[in-house]
């Protein structure tokens, strides 16, 4: 338990100092505060995965890339079908609101006598 929470305070240090570095040498390249301010993120991952949880977490981040290369994706033809049908939905959906909407708008003022 403790050996974790020093690791995972350890990590959270070294993130903490790098956005602070990476803000306290503002005069300095960007590109040099990216990159330092990426090594320390790198470097703080690192500690945190040799957590327990962490190294769950890890598990659960590795199984997921596997899984999503298994999953069968469809192809350009079938992507552009289905889009195109939903919008043709999500339009006649909207046309049948509003002809209810004003439908209804028309049924209100009948029955106030502020219309026709």
């Known amino acids: 338990m403790f050996p974790d929470l020093a690791k995972w305070i350890g990590a959270f240090v070294i993130?903490?100092?790098g956005i602070a570095g990476f803000y306290?040498?503002?005069d300095e390249s960007l590109l040099l505060r990216v990159v330092g301010l990426l090594v320390?993120?790198?470097?703080?991952?690192?500690v945190a995965v040799q957590t327990e949880k962490g190294r769950t977490a890890w598990e659960f981040v590795r199984e997921s890339h596997t899984e999503v290369r298994k999953v069968v994706w469809p192809t350009r033809?079938?992507?552009v079908q289905?889009?195109?049908?939903?919008?043709?939905?999500?339009g006649l959906v909207a046309i049948i609101l509003w002809l209810l909407d004003g439908?209804?708008?028309?049924?209100?003022?009948l029955m106030l006598g502020t219309g026709v």
Do not use: D, H, Q, R
């Open 40 to 46: 320390l993120s790198a470097v703080a991952l690192f």
């Open 82 to 90: 289905t889009t195109l049908i939903v919008i043709a939905m999500v």
């Open 24 to 26: 306290y040498w503002s």
């Open 15 to 17: 993130l903490g100092g």
């Open 77 to 79: 033809k079938e992507t």
């Open 103 to 109: 439908l209804l708008a028309w049924l209100v003022k």
